[in-house]
């Protein structure tokens, strides 16, 4: 797994914990991690297997639980928290987040209020009205994310 890869990882993790309403700080820090591991020089495996946690730590952003995570995404290729995170609020929400109009709110809304965690579910949701009903949601912006989801 390359920087980029676990980066993406700590990234998916963030907005996840962003939706669910979860402590800023903690998603913040996950997003700042993600920022920095992307642009790293050195690959994240190669410093893991000479220094370990220790090494890791040295990156601005990556303490010892974000150091561990990393550790264990390298070798099982991912890590108990976004395993218990994702069997709890589903990854496929994030594709939500992706449309026009759809943040981080308006996805935890549509999560939690009318149990959408998926573009083929919101297709179907916005195909039978129910855009329409949604607080926060215009007719403007239905309009628009009728049009994203014919075009996915």
């Given at each position: 797994m390359d920087n980029e890869a676990i980066a993406r990882r700590f990234m998916r993790l963030a907005?996840?914990?962003?939706i669910r309403g979860d402590d800023p700080f903690r998603w913040r820090s996950y997003r700042n991690a993600a920022e920095a591991i992307e642009v790293w020089p050195t690959p994240l495996q190669e410093i893991a297997a000479k220094e370990g946690l220790a090494g890791l730590q040295e990156i601005p952003g990556v303490g010892k639980a974000i150091a561990g995570k990393v550790i264990d995404l390298l070798e099982k290729g991912t890590f108990d928290a976004w395993e218990k995170l994702t069997a709890e609020t589903p990854e496929t929400l994030l594709d939500l987040t992706e449309l026009p109009g759809i943040g981080p709110k308006t996805a935890a809304l549509?999560?939690?209020r009318y149990q959408i965690s998926s573009l083929p579910e919101l297709k179907a949701?916005?195909?039978s009205g129910g855009l329409e009903t949604v607080d926060g949601i215009g007719r403007k912006t239905a309009e628009r994310l009728k049009e994203a989801l014919q075009n996915n």
């Open positions: 907005a996840l914990m962003e549509l999560h939690q949701f916005a195909a």
